[in-house]
């Protein structure tokens, strides 16, 4: 029996938007060290790239130095309190659940790969109702590499028992877009999300602006032209 299809999800500024609870960690961290908040516009563009990137930016900001023992105190501080408020007011992007549900009436499986920690990910997607969707859930730690690293996704999709030739990563970033073109397989760049910068969509096989371009049609359509260029 031939494998079905897999749309490969990353999860923040893609599936979720995060950025609200991911800035009120920082700002919580920030408070320790009695430093001014940060607003959710500037957290935004590094809040897919993890606590460590939120810090250094914020700390840069505020010209202080952050040096590795203040570094890794504040990222313990910040997964710590993120982990107790991960769902307070992240929510999926709009049209993202019945994207999903119409790719999953035509026959096509779920995955997400994170650069999140599994835990982390799958706490998320508890809190929010969505895990049962996902046949895999991979985060940075889940193999042992992350994104861009074509292993993270090529994994994702043989623990999904999806099919690489009928596979589409979605995601924000150019991390996102660097592992599908490394591991050989269609992307598509929302630009709705948190970093789609010019060389991301430059390398993307498609961009979106909208969840409600995110079509059956255009999911077979992708995963052919794959197909054919290969």
């Keep these: 029996m031939p494998l079905p299809p897999l749309a490969v999800f990353d999860l923040d500024g893609t599936l979720v938007?995060?950025?609200?609870?991911?800035?009120a960690s920082l700002n919580h961290c920030l408070a320790?060290?009695?430093?001014?908040?940060?607003?959710?516009?500037?957290?935004?563009?590094?809040?897919?790239?993890g606590s460590r990137a939120m810090l250094k930016l914020a700390y840069g900001r505020a010209a202080r130095d952050l040096g590795d023992d203040e570094l890794e105190d504040q990222v313990s501080c910040f997964l710590a309190y993120y982990e107790e408020n991960i769902a307070v007011h992240s929510l999926p992007f709009p049209g993202v659940v019945a994207a999903m549900d119409q790719l999953a009436q035509d026959g096509c499986r779920l995955a997400i790969c994170t650069n999140k920690s599994e835990s982390l990910a799958r706490h998320l997607l508890d809190s929010l109702g969505l895990s049962t969707r996902f046949a895999a859930i991979a985060g940075y730690d889940t193999f042992g590499v992350r994104k861009p690293d074509a292993r993270h996704l090529t994994r994702t999709i043989e623990a999904a028992g999806g099919d690489p030739a009928r596979c589409v990563m979605i995601g924000d970033t150019q991390t996102d877009i660097d592992a599908a073109v490394n591991a050989g397989i269609a992307s598509i760049l929302m630009a709705g999300g948190y970093d789609a910068t010019p060389a991301a969509r430059a390398r993307a096989t498609?961009?979106?602006?909208?969840?409600?371009?995110?079509?059956?049609?255009?999911f077979r359509k992708l995963t052919c032209e794959r197909r054919i260029a290969t």
Excluded: K
Aim: net charge negative.
């Design 32 to 49: 320790r060290r009695a430093m001014a908040p940060v607003t959710l516009d500037m957290v935004r563009p590094a809040a897919g790239h």
């Design 206 to 218: 498609q961009v979106l602006d909208s969840f409600d371009a995110l079509t059956p049609e255009l």
């Design 17 to 23: 938007d995060t950025a609200p609870d991911l800035t």
